[in-house]
Structures are given as C-alpha cells and as structure tokens.
C-alpha cells in the first residue's frame, strides 16, 4: 500500500512539472493557460470528454445523409439478364443500389470526422476556444428527408443542395467577416440568452434518454407522442413499446454509467464522464450478452467482423468535391438556401454565444475574446465540409461537456481534432460504441447547464416568460432555433407596452413644449403691441 501511494505522488508530482512546463513555455503562453487558470492536463481531460460526448456524430451524420441515397443513382442498380435497364423504382430495393449506399456511407463516416477534425482544430489554433464543431444534427435531417428525400425520392440531388451548403456557408463567412453575427447574438434578449443554455441542456437531456443517441427511457406514444419505455421489445417502424417496459437491460446499464457519474461528481473525480461512458462500453462489447451491441443476428455478426478490424482507413471517393450548381436558377433552390441560412445563424450563432457564456468568457459588453475569429472558423468550416459532402459545421452544444470538466483554451479544441484525426484510422472502435453509454452523459450535461436559470429574474414576467418559452419550445419543439425565435418573439411583444409608454411620454413632452412655446411667443406679440400703443 506505501508504494501504492508513492507512486500516486510520484504521478501527481510529474503532472505538476508537466503542467508548469508546458504553461511557461511558448505554447502555453499563446493558448493563455494561466491567464485562464488552467492546465494542459485539464484541457486534455476536456477534450476528452467533449470528444466522447460528440463522437456519436460520426456515425449518426453518415447514417442519415446515406438514407438520401447521397451520389447514388439508378445506374449504380443491379438488374436481371431480360432486361435492358433498371427503372426509378429500382432504387427503394435493390442489391446493386444497396451496396453503392454502403460504400458511399463510408465515405459520409471519414468525410464527417474529416470535417470536425478541421473545424476543431481551426477554433483551437485560431480562435483559443474550448469549442468542438461537428456536422449539426437538423441540416442533415432537412437534406436527407426534405431536399433530396429517402433514396433520391425528393426534388433535388445530393449534388446540387451540397452546393446550396457551400454557398450558404459563403454567405456565413460574409456575415462573420462583416461582424454582423456577433451583434445578432447580442440582439438576442438577455432573458431568452440566458434560458439558451438551459433549453439546450434540456435538449441535450432529451436526446439521452430516446433510443437512437441514448438510453430509451422516452419513447413514442400515438395517443401522449411520448411516454415512459425502456422496453424489452419495440416496434422498428414506430419505435413505440410493444412489451415490457422498464424491463430493458440497456437501460439499467447505462443507469449505472450514469450513477458511476454522479458519484465521481460529487466526489470531484476528475473525468467522471469519461469513466462512466468508458464503463457502459466495455461491458456492452461482451458479446453472448443481453447488453452486448453485437447480437447473434446477421447485421451483429457484420457489426462484430467490422469491429475486430479495429483499424481501418477509408479513402472518399464518391462524395468529395460532389457540387452542382447548374440548378440555381430554380426557385426552389434559393427558398432552401434562404431557410438554411436563416436558421442557422439563429441556432449556430446561439449555441456559440451560448457555450461562450457557459465557460465565463462573456464581459459586462457581451462580447467574449476570440469572438470575430469563431464566428469566421464556425462559417468557413461549413465550406469545407460541402466540399468533402457532408452537411453544415456547427460548434456542438456538448462541446459544455469538456468546458464542465475545466476547458478553457484552445488546447481542449485540438484535443478534440485530434481524437477525430484518430478516429480516421479507428472507425470500426468508434462506430461500436453504443447509444446507451452516451446517453448518460448527454442527460449530466443537460444537469450542468440548468444552473443558470438562478440568474434569471422569475419576479419580473417580462424576463420570465420568454425564458420559459425558450427552456420549454427547445426540447418540446427539437430545435433550438425555434426556441431561440419564440423567446425572442415573445420578448418583443412584451417590450411593445414600455415603448408605447415611451412613446407617449415622449410626445407629451413635446406637446408642453409647442404649447409653452407658443405661450411664450403670445405674450411676447402682446408685450410689443402695449408697447406700440
């Protein structure tokens, strides 16, 4: 036990030199680490934990840009020998189109941590933020289902709403430049900014406890929409519960991640999120398991084949520089560029402000350092993510994961770049770590950023009312846009009854004035007229 403890001091001992070398030499002061009372240590425990927070983005983009078919056509389909070629209809089932799917959703996967891997790196190295971007869950849905649709069933192609993207993302890199994006953050009301990160930690919150990105204890209802699930067995079509609720064993796992979590919290371990996920996830690698992610079913037995791998690299080849713009004449286009842009510079410019205000880095002005360059990189990412194929860049609200465990520099940024550069090589370890180990995390998260709702000012219904819209329409409506837009909204209407009192003391104070005036010029006509007789 003596050595045990000597080499726990010894260990603590080395960080410290670490820590102190690294904060005095050159990289230490450009990333400011004392300046902001941090650590290298600590920024990489940061990035670690926003990292593992944000990695399902990997695989989820891929997963919902794939269904829109992507650069998939009715040529890549297989059709039999008595017949000369293969018809639209083909591309709903078929063998051939299927594969063509498969093969381009590994390009979505690299494409995607391609993408975070420069945004990350870029808001760290430029910007000094603790900030990790990533494709933004919304756009990607808007393409798959709206724009393009399931299997190329929708009015546009894969290629021409990548070149809306593109564009898009030069119109936000014009507005950053121009530093409008910065005053349109601080239009925003405080009471609606402030609710901002409770909103979204209540739709971080939500996400955790679905199915798909977290542990299941919400579901689909058809006559409440949602409900209490957990269930041992589900309908795949709806998702609603078809038998044994609560009797889920993924559930009760990802419970004891999330207890694991809370205990490490409120011991002050640090990485406690780490543990807990990395707990969930090698449990559910155990194959032979009720909690295992690799059933004895064909598409578990290929998820297991894929996973043994353990390195794999996968060269792009289909969705990379996938543009076409000869469609821009169309009306429709320019409707769908104007509704991305429009939200996105509500939801992206909110979230960063937002995360900014959750990491202190907020003055009495409402502005924060490295403000111009974020919004620059958050814009100009975007660009580069068109060009490899894959949706909008957008810092990533579980980027409060990392700020939670003490990021405060850039340095937790690069942290985040980096792992997305090894996860290049180590997709199949990445894509196997399942929702209900992420889940937990997500739902901490959304209990972190709840605090700030003791600065809003309940007593006054002006501040309490669109902060409550905010909180409640985010996660109710899953957008944060919307909430942002409603709380906003409603501030205004309640601001229209101090500016029309304004306005009405305001031309009382002209009327007095004409009217004294005008007493004035009166008397001085009468003075003159007794003088003149």
């Given at each position: 036990m003596g050595r045990e403890l000597c080499a726990t001091g010894s260990f603590i001992k080395m960080e410290k030199k670490v820590n102190e070398a690294i904060s005095k030499s050159k990289v230490g002061k450009y990333f400011k680490l004392e300046a902001r009372k941090s650590t290298f240590?600590?920024?990489?425990?940061a990035g670690t934990a926003t990292f593992l927070t944000m990695a399902y983005i990997i695989t989820v983009n891929a997963s919902v840009l794939s269904d829109s078919g992507g650069?998939?056509?009715?040529?890549?389909?297989?059709?039999p020998a008595n017949q000369t070629h293969a018809?639209?209809?083909?591309?709903?089932?078929?063998?051939?189109?299927?594969?063509?799917?498969?093969?381009?959703?590994?390009?979505l996967i690299v494409g995607t941590a391609l993408a975070s891997m420069i945004g990350s790196f870029a808001m760290g190295l430029l910007a000094n933020l603790p900030l990790g971007l990533a494709p933004g869950m919304g756009p990607n849905a808007y393409l798959a289902y709206n724009l393009v649709g399931f299997h190329g069933s929708g009015k546009m192609s894969?290629?021409?709403?990548?070149?809306i993207f593109f564009v898009e993302g030069c119109a936000f890199l014009a507005i950053a430049v121009f530093g409008l994006r910065g005053r349109i953050a601080r239009f925003i009301p405080q009471p609606v900014r402030l609710a901002c990160a409770a909103g979204i930690g209540l739709f971080i919150a939500f996400v955790g406890l679905q199915a798909h990105q977290g542990v299941g204890l919400v579901?689909?209802?058809?006559?409440?929409?949602?409900?209490?699930?957990?269930?041992?067995?589900?309908?795949?079509?709806?998702?609603?519960?078809?038998?044994?609720?609560?009797?889920?064993p993924t559930f009760w796992l990802s419970s004891v991640g999330f207890i694991i979590m809370c205990y490490g919290l409120m011991k002050e371990i640090k990485g406690s999120m780490i543990y807990g996920i990395l707990f969930v996830t090698l449990i559910s690698w155990i194959r032979n398991t009720s909690v295992t992610i690799f059933p004895n079913t064909p598409s578990g037995n290929s998820s297991y084949e894929y996973f043994k791998k353990v390195v794999d690299f996968h060269k792009i080849e289909s969705t990379a520089g996938a543009l076409n713009f000869s469609h821009f004449n169309n009306g429709e286009v320019w409707m769908a560029l104007l509704t991305l842009l429009y939200i996105d510079v509500l939801a992206t410019t909110g979230t960063l402000y937002t995360m900014a205000e959750i990491g202190g880095f907020v003055n009495e002005k409402g502005e924060f350092e490295g403000e111009y360059t974020a919004y620059m990189v958050d814009a100009g990412s975007t660009i580069v993510a068109s060009t490899l194929g894959v949706s909008p860049i957008a810092t990533f609200v579980e980027s409060s994961a990392g700020i939670k465990e003490g990021g405060r520099t850039g340095i937790t940024a690069i942290v985040v770049g980096f792992y997305f550069l090894l996860s290049l090589f180590f997709t199949p370890l990445i894509?196997?770590?399942?929702?209900?180990?992420?889940?937990?995390?997500?739902?901490?998260?959304?209990?972190?950023?709840?605090?700030?709702?003791?600065?809003?000012d309940w007593n006054n219904i002006k501040h309490a009312v669109p902060a409550?819209?905010?909180?409640?329409?985010?996660?109710?409506?899953?957008?944060?846009?919307?909430?942002?837009?409603?709380?906003?909204?409603?501030?205004?209407?309640l601001s229209l009854y101090d500016s029309m009192v304004c306005w009405f003391k305001w031309l009382m104070r002209m009327k007095k004035m004409v009217v004294k005036e005008q007493n004035q010029v009166s008397a001085t006509i009468a003075e003159q007229s007794i003088e003149i007789f």
């Open positions: 240590t600590k920024e990489f425990r650069t998939c056509s009715v040529s890549d389909c297989t059709f018809t639209p209809d083909c591309m709903l089932n078929n063998e051939g189109y299927e594969k063509c799917v498969s093969k381009m959703r590994s390009d894969y290629q021409t709403v990548m070149a579901g689909p209802d058809a006559s409440t929409l949602v409900t209490l699930t957990a269930c041992s067995s589900t309908n795949p079509l709806t998702g609603e519960c078809t038998g044994g609720k609560m009797q889920s894509a196997s770590v399942p929702p209900w180990a992420i889940g937990p995390s997500l739902v901490m998260v959304g209990v972190l950023m709840m605090k700030v709702v003791k600065d809003i409550f819209v905010t909180m409640v329409l985010m996660p109710l409506t899953y957008s944060i846009s919307n909430g942002i837009i409603g709380g906003t909204g409603v501030y205004i209407a």
